[in-house]
């Protein structure tokens, strides 16, 4: 089955730039979806199609997909983006898989 | 604006089943479909069907495909998702979420959690 790894945590000063990487086995030729979910919350989209970003979300924002590695890159962190990031694919017509999630810690 | 607004918690004993519905508005329900996941204490995030609210066709994780049941009303704009023979390993928080055919999960609820104890 379809992996996707991504790493447990990324810990970054408020200001500094967080990257977080999903890899997968040619990710880059899927549509690879980014979610942010705050403890006790569920999920909010915030990225989709490998770079777009909803409405509503900040262009602090920002993403790619290429080769084996997906990146979603969180500019001029802010406390508030303190949570756990999925990403996301599907990979036939009856399969969705998760990334395993990583957690940004905003020292 | 969109919403998905979710049924309350359950607790149920092992064997019995679950139905939990999933109230859509803001949005032509018909026009898209309604995915169905999961989350276990402290795990991710985990994918169990599709359903399309306009012709009701389903897509099943192969994990509980024997078990599941989604069905969506357009006369009440709610979907719903049922899950039988429920064991401990159900337990978790479940989400609806907004998803066109094969794409991403714009709008979630605000998940219903499941208890399966006896």
């Known amino acids: 089955s379809y992996v996707l790894t991504q790493p447990p945590s990324v810990s970054v000063a408020p200001g500094q730039t967080a990257r977080i990487t999903c890899g997968g086995d040619?990710?880059?030729?899927?549509?690879l979806h980014w979610y942010q979910q705050k403890t006790g919350r569920a999920p909010i989209l915030v990225v989709y199609d490998d770079t777009d970003r909803p409405s509503g979300i900040p262009e602090r924002f920002s993403a790619s997909n290429s080769g084996n590695t997906a990146t979603l890159t969180i500019s001029r962190v802010e406390v508030g983006d303190e949570a756990d990031y999925y990403c996301q694919v599907w990979t036939g017509s009856t399969d969705v898989v998760f990334g395993t999630g990583t957690k940004v810690n905003v020292l | 604006q969109v919403q998905l607004v979710q049924s309350g918690a359950e607790v149920k004993r092992p064997g019995a089943s679950v139905k939990v519905s999933c109230k859509a508005s803001g949005y032509t329900f018909s026009n898209y479909g309604v995915s169905w996941l999961r989350q276990a204490p402290g795990q991710g995030l985990e994918w169990l069907g599709w359903i399309s609210a306009y012709s009701g066709n389903t897509k099943y994780v192969e994990k509980v495909h024997d078990r599941i049941n989604m069905t969506a009303d357009t006369s009440t704009d709610t979907a719903y998702m049922e899950l039988r023979s429920l064991r401990g390993d159900d337990t978790a928080v479940y989400y609806c979420a907004r998803s066109g055919h094969l794409s991403y999960f714009d709008f979630w609820g605000q998940g219903t959690l499941l208890t399966v104890s006896s």
């Open positions: 040619n990710i880059g030729e899927k549509s």
